[in-house]
């Protein structure tokens, strides 16, 4: 197996699922035309700001649901944050800002790439007012716990499975009536569960993937729980977050695209969307600075850091490779569009408006 | 029954329970010559509970005890605001000639031979939120006790109104951790029964449920320990101190100083005379109007229980009928070295254990 600089290496044709040449010009086709929705990205960096413009732009994604790595849960910072990355989207002439699904459409018959923002986890601590003003300064999705605990609900890494607290219940309310979508992809097992039941919208797992095809990882969701996000209309993004998928030391596209197949088979096309998660930068190499600075424990989460790289999907820029991917796994064209935006602009429509 | 301004117009002697000429005596010098400390009131508190200090202080005086931990509340979990609230009340206490800060046990000792008042200071909810350095930071402002949650969830655990029972989050483990190591009070009066028993069995030290009283005898009151948790507390060496708050004692439309005694004599008789305390959790003004108004925005009285059925508490309503505690004691037929315990030797030995 490549080292991941000699797997950099490799031109972007050679990190690609291998196709036919017909299946190939299928995919490129259906990649030029089709909008893309990434509802999970980190382009400005997770944790440690910066952008780069000419990275995504090849990428040549349509939308950067682009979360806001607020892991102190301090309103003020994260409100700062998004203040920089907002300055920097709207000074860059190929980039817009996005609040709602019509906006995503625009950007593609403009030819420009859309971003719109989400808090991960949200900073809103116990006052819900702050969701009003999170709302006003362009936030789309919030999620509600990170690993741990916060006022409410339960992580997936924490010691206990409480679920929603009352000022949980609350702000699931606030988030419905003001219309921001909610994920749920790092809370508790009991969180998840009472904000699907609580929740009168469609929620999201954006960033996630099968308990069933890698049991260890307790950040994976449980067929239950795959299935109650369904039933409630909303969506299961599927990641590309090495060494979450699998905990094999080679890793990589085809992972992705099992757990894609696996939530298909089990909820139905319809409920199956991207949200990669990755960064365009080493993030194992950022996985283990998280871990030897104890923002984030590993071994809690059932993570063992087994493989360097995700080959074919190791950054945004091999976002052609999914299309490929859905392509080489049989999937038909109104399908691939359905994973690639159309379940996505559905459920931003009902929310967003 | 007489409202609450009926009553608080009868003189002080004629609200204290009746005794005879010989429990008189002894009830007069146990409450003079005992050290007398209640481990959770209210009384420095102005913004919220609309009281002033200066003019308090004399009732504080007159109630006879030597010392008392005043809790700052910072309901929100703010920690900048609740550390210059801390600033507030200690510039009351050290400004005033009658009044001492006190950071460990002596200080209660000092109080007592100087005949001032040794006031502690704790946190009501604790509010370090996600930031452990914080806890160092509270200690070295002279915050000597914490209570984990109030009556909702945070960062480390359930309060006892929240609608779901988790026990301590990893956070909430070093947070104990990092409050047995600095050597403060660790409160457990408002928090939920699996964070409760989590705490009290991950701290290295004695815990305390210090404003608290039996669930055995009120069993809707989510406020009120468990058998379980209080067997728990003792058997750490914990402490539970009886407060005297209305409606949370009992459900009855007449409450008062017998209430507060029927929850001593059921926590002594389960866990026994050296883990019970007095935490009367009292303030001056309407306590039951303090109810009504937090009702929605703080306490959220319907999500642990609590009615307005009693105006006030009768014998012990206010500061200055805390001897009444004493009589009542006495009363009930406790020995002197009993009431002494009650009264304040329970409190300094756990207050000498963790803080010094």
Excluded at chain 1, 56 to 81: H, I, K, N, W, Y
Excluded at chain 1, 162 to 177: F, K, P, Q, T
Excluded at chain 2, 180 to 201: F, K, P, R, V
Aim: glycine share 8%; proline share 3%; with cysteine.
């Amino acid at each position: 197996m490549l080292s991941r600089e000699e797997y950099l290496q490799l031109s972007l044709e050679e990190r690609f699922v291998p196709l036919s040449d017909e299946g190939r010009e299928r995919a490129t086709s259906l990649f030029e035309k089709l909008v893309t929705v990434d509802m999970h990205t980190h382009i400005f960096g997770s944790v440690h700001f910066h952008f780069e413009y000419e990275p995504v732009r090849q990428s040549g994604m349509t939308c950067c649901f682009e979360a806001v790595p607020a892991l102190s849960e301090d309103f003020d910072e994260s409100m700062e944050l998004l203040g920089r990355y907002r300055s920097l989207v709207e000074a860059e002439p190929g980039l817009v800002t996005a609040v709602r699904a019509e906006d995503i459409r625009q950007a593609k018959r403009d030819g420009k790439q859309a971003v719109m923002y989400q808090l991960e986890p949200q900073t809103m601590g116990r006052d819900l007012d702050r969701i009003d003003i999170a709302y006003g300064l362009g936030v789309r999705m919030m999620l509600l716990t990170f690993n741990t605990r916060n006022y409410v609900g339960d992580g997936c890494g924490e010691r206990t499975n409480g679920g929603l607290s009352y000022l949980g219940i609350e702000m699931v309310e606030r988030l419905n009536d003001i219309g921001i979508l909610i994920d749920l992809s790092h809370c508790g097992a009991q969180t998840s569960l009472d904000a699907i039941k609580f929740s009168k919208d469609p929620v999201l797992f954006n960033h996630t993937g099968a308990r069933a095809l890698n049991p260890s990882v307790t950040r994976l969701k449980t067929d239950e729980q795959i299935r109650a996000v369904a039933a409630k209309g909303g969506l299961i993004g599927i990641s590309a977050i090495p060494n979450q998928l699998s905990s094999a030391p080679e890793q990589g596209i085809e992972d992705m695209l099992n757990h894609i197949e696996y939530v298909v088979n089990l909820v139905g096309i319809d409920h199956v969307a991207i949200g990669l998660d990755n960064t365009f930068h080493d993030q194992v190499a950022f996985h283990r600075k998280l871990a030897a600075s104890k923002s984030v424990d590993l071994e809690k989460a059932g993570i063992t850091l087994a493989a360097d790289y995700m080959y074919g999907i190791e950054s945004p820029l091999e976002w052609r490779n999914i299309v490929r991917g859905l392509v080489s796994r049989g999937y038909r064209d109104a399908e691939i569009e359905k994973i690639v935006s159309a379940n996505a602009l559905r459920v931003m429509e009902e929310i967003l408006g | 029954m007489m409202s609450r301004d009926e009553y608080l117009k009868i003189p002080l002697k004629d609200r204290f329970i009746k005794l005879d000429e010989d429990q008189e005596a002894r009830a007069e010098q146990l409450h003079r010559d005992s050290l007398i400390i209640d481990m959770h009131t209210c009384m420095l508190e102005d913004e919220l509970l609309e009281q002033d200090f200066v003019e308090n202080a004399p009732r504080i005086q007159r109630s006879g005890i030597n010392g008392f931990i005043d809790e700052v509340i910072p309901f929100d979990e703010d920690f900048a605001g609740s550390m210059e609230t801390l600033g507030k009340f200690r510039l009351k206490v050290e400004k005033h000639p009658d009044f001492m800060p006190a950071f460990r046990a002596q200080d209660f000792l000092e109080a007592e031979e100087t005949g001032k008042q040794a006031v502690m200071f704790g946190l009501e909810p604790q509010s370090f939120g996600r930031d452990l350095d914080r806890v160092a930071i509270a200690y070295g402002l002279g915050i000597r006790a914490a209570l984990l949650t109030l009556n909702t969830r945070n960062y480390v655990g359930d309060g006892c109104g929240e609608r779901t029972n988790a026990g301590l989050s990893y956070l909430g483990l070093e947070v104990v951790e990092r409050l047995n190591e600095l050597g403060m009070l660790i409160d457990l009066s408002h928090c939920g029964s699996q964070t409760t028993l989590d705490a009290i069995e991950a701290s290295s030290d004695p815990v305390m449920c210090n404003h608290i009283g039996a669930r055995a005898l009120y069993p809707q009151m989510k406020r009120l320990k468990t058998d379980e948790e209080l067997v728990a507390l003792a058997n750490k060496g914990g402490l539970a101190g009886v407060s005297a708050i209305p409606n949370q004692l009992s459900r009855n439309a007449e409450q008062g100083i017998e209430d507060m005694l029927n929850h001593i004599d059921y926590v002594v008789n389960l866990i026994g005379i050296d883990h019970v305390a007095i935490g009367t959790d009292i303030l001056f003004g309407d306590q039951v109007e303090v109810h009504r108004q937090t009702d929605k925005t703080l306490l959220k009285l319907d999500y642990y229980g609590q009615e307005l059925n009693a105006p006030y508490m009768y014998g012990i309503e206010s500061p200055e009928e805390w001897p009444n505690i004493t009589r009542g004691l006495v009363s009930r037929g406790y020995s002197d070295d009993e009431i002494r315990k009650i009264l304040g030797g329970n409190a300094l030995r756990i207050i000498q254990e963790v803080v010094g």
